[in-house]
Protein backbone atom coordinates (compact mmCIF):
# COMPACT_ATOMS: atom_id res chain seq x y z
CA UNK A 1 0.00 0.00 0.00
CA UNK A 2 3.04 1.86 0.45
CA UNK A 3 3.63 2.37 -3.07
CA UNK A 4 0.34 3.20 -3.42
CA UNK A 5 0.40 6.32 -1.64
CA UNK A 6 2.34 9.73 -2.65
CA UNK A 7 5.41 10.02 -1.21
CA UNK A 8 5.39 12.84 1.53
CA UNK A 9 9.31 12.61 1.71
CA UNK A 10 9.82 16.31 -0.32
CA UNK A 11 8.07 17.63 3.21
CA UNK A 12 10.02 16.31 5.18
CA UNK A 13 13.47 16.79 3.79
CA UNK A 14 12.80 20.15 2.80
CA UNK A 15 11.97 23.27 4.60
CA UNK A 16 11.57 25.65 1.31
CA UNK A 17 9.33 23.24 0.35
CA UNK A 18 6.86 23.06 3.57
CA UNK A 19 6.57 26.33 3.43
CA UNK A 20 6.39 27.17 -0.62
CA UNK A 21 3.11 24.39 -0.36
CA UNK A 22 1.66 25.52 3.17
CA UNK A 23 1.50 29.28 1.19
CA UNK A 24 0.57 27.69 -1.93
CA UNK A 25 -2.52 25.90 0.03
CA UNK A 26 -3.86 28.68 1.72
CA UNK A 27 -3.48 31.11 -0.93
CA UNK A 28 -5.16 28.26 -3.14
CA UNK A 29 -8.16 27.76 -0.56
CA UNK A 30 -8.54 31.55 -0.47
CA UNK A 31 -8.76 31.38 -4.60
CA UNK A 32 -11.56 28.64 -4.65
CA UNK A 33 -13.55 30.67 -2.61
CA UNK A 34 -13.25 33.84 -5.11
CA UNK A 35 -13.44 31.66 -7.91
CA UNK A 36 -17.36 30.55 -6.72
CA UNK A 37 -18.31 34.00 -5.24
CA UNK A 38 -17.51 35.92 -8.62
CA UNK A 39 -19.19 33.22 -10.79
CA UNK A 40 -22.37 33.54 -8.27
CA UNK A 41 -22.17 37.00 -8.05
CA UNK A 42 -21.97 37.56 -12.03
CA UNK A 43 -24.91 34.81 -12.12
CA UNK A 44 -27.20 36.50 -9.87
CA UNK A 45 -26.43 40.23 -11.43
CA UNK A 46 -27.19 38.97 -14.97
CA UNK A 47 -28.78 35.45 -15.15
CA UNK A 48 -26.69 34.49 -17.57
CA UNK A 49 -24.20 31.61 -17.83
CA UNK A 50 -23.06 33.93 -20.87
CA UNK A 51 -22.12 36.51 -18.80
CA UNK A 52 -20.20 34.02 -16.24
CA UNK A 53 -18.44 33.06 -19.61
CA UNK A 54 -17.05 36.71 -20.75
CA UNK A 55 -16.05 37.55 -17.19
CA UNK A 56 -13.84 35.01 -17.32
CA UNK A 57 -12.64 35.37 -20.81
CA UNK A 58 -12.11 38.96 -19.85
CA UNK A 59 -9.46 37.98 -18.01
CA UNK A 60 -7.47 35.55 -19.85
CA UNK A 61 -5.16 38.57 -21.95
CA UNK A 62 -4.39 39.82 -18.51
CA UNK A 63 -3.06 36.14 -17.50
CA UNK A 64 -1.38 35.55 -20.17
CA UNK A 65 0.63 38.88 -20.11
CA UNK A 66 1.04 38.63 -16.40
CA UNK A 67 2.56 34.89 -16.93
CA UNK A 68 4.83 35.71 -19.97
CA UNK A 69 6.03 38.93 -17.73
CA UNK A 70 6.31 37.01 -14.12
CA UNK A 71 8.20 34.07 -16.08
CA UNK A 72 10.61 35.86 -17.53
CA UNK A 73 11.45 38.27 -14.59
CA UNK A 74 11.47 35.01 -12.95
CA UNK A 75 14.60 33.72 -14.71
CA UNK A 76 16.70 36.62 -14.08
CA UNK A 77 15.83 37.80 -10.79
CA UNK A 78 14.75 36.19 -7.02
CA UNK A 79 11.68 34.14 -7.39
CA UNK A 80 10.97 34.53 -3.24
CA UNK A 81 10.70 38.51 -3.87
CA UNK A 82 8.16 37.84 -7.04
CA UNK A 83 6.29 35.48 -4.73
CA UNK A 84 5.63 38.25 -1.75
CA UNK A 85 4.96 40.68 -3.79
CA UNK A 86 2.82 39.52 -5.93
CA UNK A 87 1.04 37.98 -3.18
CA UNK A 88 0.17 41.12 -1.50
CA UNK A 89 -1.25 42.58 -5.03
CA UNK A 90 -3.16 39.34 -5.25
CA UNK A 91 -4.71 40.44 -1.03
CA UNK A 92 -4.89 44.11 -2.51
CA UNK A 93 -7.55 42.99 -5.27
CA UNK A 94 -9.42 40.65 -3.08
CA UNK A 95 -10.00 44.00 -0.64
CA UNK A 96 -11.64 45.60 -3.53
CA UNK A 97 -13.98 42.84 -4.78
CA UNK A 98 -15.04 42.45 -1.44
CA UNK A 99 -15.44 46.13 -0.59
CA UNK A 100 -17.63 46.49 -3.75
CA UNK A 101 -19.76 43.14 -3.20
CA UNK A 102 -20.68 44.93 0.41
CA UNK A 103 -22.48 47.80 -1.72
CA UNK A 104 -25.76 48.30 -1.80
CA UNK A 105 -25.67 48.00 -5.63
CA UNK A 106 -22.48 46.02 -6.73
CA UNK A 107 -20.85 47.14 -9.77
CA UNK A 108 -20.74 44.54 -12.59
CA UNK A 109 -17.81 46.37 -14.08
CA UNK A 110 -15.69 46.59 -10.94
CA UNK A 111 -15.91 42.97 -10.73
CA UNK A 112 -14.80 42.69 -14.35
CA UNK A 113 -12.03 44.86 -14.00
CA UNK A 114 -10.92 43.51 -10.32
CA UNK A 115 -11.22 40.18 -11.34
CA UNK A 116 -8.85 40.56 -14.53
CA UNK A 117 -6.45 42.62 -12.46
CA UNK A 118 -6.44 39.44 -10.28
CA UNK A 119 -5.78 37.12 -13.16
CA UNK A 120 -2.84 39.01 -14.13
CA UNK A 121 -1.37 38.69 -10.07
CA UNK A 122 -2.16 35.18 -10.22
CA UNK A 123 -0.10 34.73 -13.64
CA UNK A 124 2.91 37.26 -12.32
CA UNK A 125 3.32 34.77 -9.57
CA UNK A 126 2.60 31.23 -10.55
CA UNK A 127 5.56 30.80 -12.72
CA UNK A 128 8.43 31.38 -10.35
CA UNK A 129 6.11 28.93 -7.86
CA UNK A 130 5.98 26.13 -10.39
CA UNK A 131 9.31 27.15 -11.68
CA UNK A 132 10.78 26.81 -7.98
CA UNK A 133 9.76 23.81 -7.21
CA UNK A 134 12.89 21.61 -8.63
CA UNK A 135 14.56 24.09 -7.38
CA UNK A 136 14.32 22.79 -3.75
CA UNK A 137 13.92 18.90 -4.24
CA UNK A 138 15.84 16.25 -5.61
CA UNK A 139 15.56 15.49 -9.45
CA UNK A 140 14.86 12.12 -8.00
CA UNK A 141 11.57 13.48 -6.02
CA UNK A 142 9.99 15.66 -8.29
CA UNK A 143 7.28 13.52 -9.43
CA UNK A 144 6.50 12.95 -5.47
CA UNK A 145 6.66 16.56 -4.75
CA UNK A 146 3.99 17.86 -8.40
CA UNK A 147 2.31 14.97 -6.58
CA UNK A 148 1.53 16.81 -3.09
CA UNK A 149 1.58 19.90 -4.89
CA UNK A 150 -1.24 18.64 -7.04
CA UNK A 151 -2.39 17.31 -3.10
CA UNK A 152 -3.09 20.92 -1.95
CA UNK A 153 -4.49 22.16 -4.77
CA UNK A 154 -6.87 19.52 -4.65
CA UNK A 155 -8.22 20.29 -0.60
CA UNK A 156 -8.16 23.46 -1.68
CA UNK A 157 -10.30 22.86 -4.78
CA UNK A 158 -12.53 20.45 -2.58
CA UNK A 159 -12.80 22.54 1.02
CA UNK A 160 -12.78 26.06 -0.90
CA UNK A 161 -16.13 25.77 -2.94
CA UNK A 162 -18.05 23.72 -0.33
CA UNK A 163 -17.57 26.35 2.10
CA UNK A 164 -18.20 29.33 0.02
CA UNK A 165 -21.63 27.18 -0.37
CA UNK A 166 -21.98 27.70 3.39
CA UNK A 167 -20.32 31.14 3.24
CA UNK A 168 -22.59 32.74 0.72
CA UNK A 169 -25.65 31.21 1.51
CA UNK A 170 -24.80 32.19 5.68
CA UNK A 171 -22.66 35.17 5.27
CA UNK A 172 -23.24 36.57 1.59
CA UNK A 173 -20.47 37.28 -0.86
CA UNK A 174 -18.19 39.30 0.62
CA UNK A 175 -17.58 36.69 3.22
CA UNK A 176 -15.54 34.47 0.56
CA UNK A 177 -13.54 37.66 -0.88
CA UNK A 178 -12.51 38.40 3.12
CA UNK A 179 -10.75 34.24 3.56
CA UNK A 180 -8.85 35.25 0.14
CA UNK A 181 -7.69 37.94 1.31
CA UNK A 182 -6.73 36.45 4.79
CA UNK A 183 -5.02 33.48 2.57
CA UNK A 184 -2.81 35.31 0.55
CA UNK A 185 -1.18 36.87 4.14
CA UNK A 186 -0.47 33.77 5.33
CA UNK A 187 1.31 33.07 1.40
CA UNK A 188 3.05 36.05 2.17
CA UNK A 189 4.13 35.42 5.63
CA UNK A 190 5.66 32.01 4.27
CA UNK A 191 7.70 33.06 1.14
CA UNK A 192 9.12 35.39 3.05
CA UNK A 193 10.54 33.03 5.94
CA UNK A 194 11.74 30.46 2.66
CA UNK A 195 15.31 30.77 1.90
CA UNK A 196 16.71 33.80 -1.69
CA UNK A 197 15.66 31.51 -4.76
CA UNK A 198 18.39 33.82 -7.15
CA UNK A 199 18.28 33.57 -10.93
CA UNK A 200 19.47 30.38 -12.49
CA UNK A 201 22.84 30.17 -13.79
CA UNK A 202 23.28 31.30 -17.36
CA UNK A 203 20.78 33.66 -17.49
CA UNK A 204 21.55 37.41 -19.36
CA UNK A 205 19.60 40.67 -18.28
CA UNK A 206 17.94 40.94 -20.98
CA UNK A 207 14.31 42.61 -21.11
CA UNK A 208 11.54 40.85 -20.41
CA UNK A 209 10.15 40.82 -24.11
CA UNK A 210 13.45 39.29 -25.61
CA UNK A 211 13.44 36.67 -22.58
CA UNK A 212 9.90 35.72 -23.65
CA UNK A 213 11.00 35.46 -27.29
CA UNK A 214 13.67 32.98 -26.59
CA UNK A 215 11.46 30.94 -24.35
CA UNK A 216 8.74 31.09 -27.31
CA UNK A 217 11.65 30.05 -29.92
CA UNK A 218 13.04 26.90 -27.80
CA UNK A 219 8.67 25.85 -27.11
CA UNK A 220 9.00 25.80 -31.21
CA UNK A 221 11.66 23.10 -30.90
CA UNK A 222 10.47 21.11 -28.57
CA UNK A 223 7.77 18.66 -29.56
CA UNK A 224 7.05 16.76 -26.51
CA UNK A 225 6.37 20.52 -24.25
CA UNK A 226 3.85 21.35 -27.10
CA UNK A 227 2.20 18.34 -26.37
CA UNK A 228 2.08 18.97 -22.40
CA UNK A 229 0.45 22.33 -23.54
CA UNK A 230 -1.98 21.18 -26.29
CA UNK A 231 -3.03 18.16 -24.34
CA UNK A 232 -4.41 19.88 -21.37
CA UNK A 233 -5.90 22.61 -23.83
CA UNK A 234 -8.07 20.20 -25.18
CA UNK A 235 -9.41 19.28 -21.82
CA UNK A 236 -9.75 22.72 -21.05
CA UNK A 237 -11.52 24.24 -23.75
CA UNK A 238 -13.82 21.37 -24.59
CA UNK A 239 -14.52 19.58 -21.24
CA UNK A 240 -14.34 22.32 -19.03
CA UNK A 241 -18.22 23.35 -18.17
CA UNK A 242 -17.33 25.64 -15.20
CA UNK A 243 -19.34 28.17 -16.18
CA UNK A 244 -22.11 26.21 -16.57
CA UNK A 245 -22.33 25.14 -13.12
CA UNK A 246 -24.78 27.68 -11.66
CA UNK A 247 -27.24 27.30 -14.61
CA UNK A 248 -26.72 23.31 -13.68
CA UNK A 249 -27.39 23.74 -9.74
CA UNK A 250 -30.04 26.71 -10.03
CA UNK A 251 -32.31 25.36 -13.07
CA UNK A 252 -31.56 21.88 -14.42
CA UNK A 253 -31.58 20.94 -10.96
CA UNK A 254 -33.49 23.24 -8.80
CA UNK A 255 -31.09 23.81 -6.13
CA UNK A 256 -29.65 26.27 -4.07
CA UNK A 257 -25.85 27.96 -3.96
CA UNK A 258 -25.18 24.87 -1.46
CA UNK A 259 -25.90 22.61 -4.76
CA UNK A 260 -23.43 24.89 -6.99
CA UNK A 261 -20.59 24.55 -4.10
CA UNK A 262 -21.21 21.07 -4.76
CA UNK A 263 -20.78 20.98 -8.45
CA UNK A 264 -17.59 23.12 -7.95
CA UNK A 265 -16.31 20.92 -5.26
CA UNK A 266 -16.61 17.71 -6.96
CA UNK A 267 -14.40 17.74 -9.37
CA UNK A 268 -11.50 18.12 -6.81
CA UNK A 269 -12.85 15.21 -4.56
CA UNK A 270 -11.85 13.02 -7.17
CA UNK A 271 -9.03 15.05 -7.76
CA UNK A 272 -7.77 14.57 -4.24
CA UNK A 273 -8.30 11.14 -4.01
CA UNK A 274 -6.18 10.43 -7.51
CA UNK A 275 -3.76 12.65 -5.87
CA UNK A 276 -3.09 11.46 -2.79
CA UNK A 277 -3.00 7.70 -4.23
CA UNK A 278 -0.07 8.60 -7.27
CA UNK A 279 2.62 6.38 -5.83
CA UNK A 280 1.87 4.34 -8.88
CA UNK A 281 2.73 7.03 -11.38
CA UNK A 282 6.15 7.38 -10.43
CA UNK A 283 6.14 4.01 -12.05
CA UNK A 284 4.61 5.26 -15.21
CA UNK A 285 6.84 4.79 -18.32
CA UNK A 286 4.51 6.02 -20.87
CA UNK A 287 3.62 9.03 -19.68
CA UNK A 288 2.64 10.99 -22.79
CA UNK A 289 0.48 7.98 -23.65
CA UNK A 290 -1.13 8.07 -20.22
CA UNK A 291 -1.79 11.73 -20.04
CA UNK A 292 -3.97 11.27 -23.70
CA UNK A 293 -5.90 8.28 -21.65
CA UNK A 294 -6.93 10.30 -18.83
CA UNK A 295 -7.41 13.44 -20.70
CA UNK A 296 -10.27 11.39 -22.76
CA UNK A 297 -11.16 9.61 -19.33
CA UNK A 298 -12.37 13.21 -18.67
CA UNK A 299 -14.13 13.79 -21.79
CA UNK A 300 -16.10 10.71 -20.71
CA UNK A 301 -16.83 11.92 -17.38
CA UNK A 302 -17.90 15.38 -18.20
CA UNK A 303 -19.91 13.75 -21.11
CA UNK A 304 -21.83 11.48 -17.96
CA UNK A 305 -22.13 14.69 -15.86
CA UNK A 306 -24.19 15.99 -18.49
CA UNK A 307 -26.48 13.30 -19.20
CA UNK A 308 -27.30 12.16 -15.95
CA UNK A 309 -30.78 12.65 -14.27
CA UNK A 310 -29.76 12.72 -10.74
CA UNK A 311 -27.69 15.29 -8.77
CA UNK A 312 -25.50 12.06 -7.62
CA UNK A 313 -24.73 10.45 -10.46
CA UNK A 314 -23.73 14.13 -11.78
CA UNK A 315 -21.59 14.65 -8.83
CA UNK A 316 -19.56 11.31 -9.13
CA UNK A 317 -19.32 12.36 -12.80
CA UNK A 318 -17.31 15.31 -12.03
CA UNK A 319 -15.60 13.13 -9.42
CA UNK A 320 -13.99 10.73 -12.29
CA UNK A 321 -13.11 13.87 -14.10
CA UNK A 322 -11.19 15.40 -11.72
CA UNK A 323 -9.83 12.00 -10.89
CA UNK A 324 -8.59 11.79 -14.50
CA UNK A 325 -7.65 15.35 -14.48
CA UNK A 326 -4.99 15.25 -11.87
CA UNK A 327 -3.47 12.20 -12.89
CA UNK A 328 -2.81 14.16 -16.25
CA UNK A 329 -1.82 17.22 -14.42
CA UNK A 330 1.20 14.93 -12.08
CA UNK A 331 2.81 13.09 -15.15
CA UNK A 332 2.45 16.57 -17.37
CA UNK A 333 3.97 18.72 -14.78
CA UNK A 334 7.39 15.77 -14.27
CA UNK A 335 7.30 15.32 -18.33
CA UNK A 336 7.73 19.69 -18.67
CA UNK A 337 10.02 19.74 -15.97
CA UNK A 338 11.97 16.90 -16.29
CA UNK A 339 12.82 17.57 -20.26
CA UNK A 340 13.58 21.33 -20.27
CA UNK A 341 16.49 23.28 -19.56
CA UNK A 342 16.53 25.19 -15.84
CA UNK A 343 17.38 28.47 -17.71
CA UNK A 344 14.05 28.33 -19.28
CA UNK A 345 12.08 26.93 -16.47
CA UNK A 346 10.79 30.03 -15.55
CA UNK A 347 9.49 31.12 -19.33
CA UNK A 348 7.73 27.73 -19.91
CA UNK A 349 6.72 27.40 -16.98
CA UNK A 350 4.50 30.91 -17.61
CA UNK A 351 3.10 29.27 -20.97
CA UNK A 352 2.10 26.61 -18.78
CA UNK A 353 0.23 28.49 -16.22
CA UNK A 354 -1.15 30.46 -19.25
CA UNK A 355 -2.45 27.11 -20.56
CA UNK A 356 -3.72 25.72 -17.28
CA UNK A 357 -5.50 29.12 -16.16
CA UNK A 358 -6.18 30.39 -19.40
CA UNK A 359 -7.92 26.77 -20.58
CA UNK A 360 -10.77 26.66 -18.10
CA UNK A 361 -10.99 30.71 -19.54
CA UNK A 362 -11.74 29.79 -23.41
CA UNK A 363 -13.97 26.78 -22.14
CA UNK A 364 -16.28 28.44 -19.63
CA UNK A 365 -16.73 31.13 -23.27
CA UNK A 366 -17.10 27.95 -25.17
CA UNK A 367 -19.52 26.49 -22.70
CA UNK A 368 -21.50 29.06 -21.54
CA UNK A 369 -22.33 30.39 -25.70
CA UNK A 370 -22.77 26.52 -26.43
CA UNK A 371 -25.29 26.90 -24.00
CA UNK A 372 -26.60 30.11 -24.85
CA UNK A 373 -27.52 28.60 -28.77
CA UNK A 374 -28.43 24.90 -27.59
CA UNK A 375 -29.01 23.73 -23.80
CA UNK A 376 -27.17 23.48 -20.80
CA UNK A 377 -27.00 19.40 -20.88
CA UNK A 378 -26.12 19.70 -24.51
CA UNK A 379 -23.18 22.05 -24.47
CA UNK A 380 -22.02 20.25 -21.45
CA UNK A 381 -22.45 16.40 -23.09
CA UNK A 382 -21.16 17.94 -26.85
CA UNK A 383 -17.70 19.67 -25.08
CA UNK A 384 -16.96 16.30 -23.30
CA UNK A 385 -17.48 14.18 -26.61
CA UNK A 386 -15.20 17.23 -28.39
CA UNK A 387 -12.47 16.66 -25.83
CA UNK A 388 -12.62 12.52 -26.14
CA UNK A 389 -11.84 13.53 -30.35
CA UNK A 390 -9.40 16.16 -29.58
CA UNK A 391 -7.21 13.65 -27.44
CA UNK A 392 -7.26 11.05 -30.68
CA UNK A 393 -6.26 13.98 -32.60
CA UNK A 394 -3.27 15.15 -30.19
CA UNK A 395 -2.38 11.67 -30.24
CA UNK A 396 -1.98 11.67 -33.99
CA UNK A 397 -0.67 14.99 -34.11
CA UNK A 398 2.06 15.08 -31.45
CA UNK A 399 3.62 11.61 -32.05
CA UNK A 400 6.80 12.82 -30.27
CA UNK A 401 4.75 13.45 -26.70
CA UNK A 402 2.53 10.23 -27.52
CA UNK A 403 5.75 8.45 -27.66
CA UNK A 404 7.15 9.88 -24.57
CA UNK A 405 8.81 7.38 -22.01
CA UNK A 406 10.34 8.33 -18.82
CA UNK A 407 13.43 6.23 -18.91
CA UNK A 408 14.35 7.39 -22.44
CA UNK A 409 16.48 10.37 -21.70
CA UNK A 410 16.72 10.67 -18.23
CA UNK A 411 15.48 12.95 -15.34
CA UNK A 412 17.18 15.65 -16.59
CA UNK A 413 17.70 15.49 -19.98
CA UNK A 414 16.23 18.49 -21.82
CA UNK A 415 16.95 17.40 -25.49
CA UNK A 416 14.13 18.48 -27.87
CA UNK A 417 12.06 15.01 -29.19
Known amino acids: MARLFVDVTPLRESRNFRLLFTGHLASMLGNQLTVVAIAYQVYQLTHSSLWVGLVSLFQLPFLIWGSLWGGALGDRT???????????????????????????????????????????????????????????????????????????????????????????????????????????????????????????????????????????????????????????????????????????????????????????????????????????????ERRGRAVIVAVAGWGVAIALFGLSPWVGLALVGLAVAGWADVISAVLRNAILQSRIEDQYRGRLSAIQIAVVTGGPRLGDLESGAVAGITSTAVSVVSGGLACVVGSVFVAWHWRGFWNERASELGLNDASHS
Not at 104 to 110: C, E, G, K, N, Q
Request: charged share 10%; hydrophobic share 55%; aromatic share 8%.
Open 78 to 284: DKRRILSIGGALLALLSCGLAVNSMLADPSLAAIVLLSAAAAFGGGFVNPARNASIPRLVSPTKLVSAYSLNQVGIQVATVVGPAISGLLLAGFGVASCYWVDVASFVVFVGATLRMDPLPPSEGVTAISSWRATKEGLAYLRTHKVAQGVYVADLNAMIFGMPRALFPAMGLTVFHGGPQLVGLFFAAPGIGALLGAVTTGWVERV
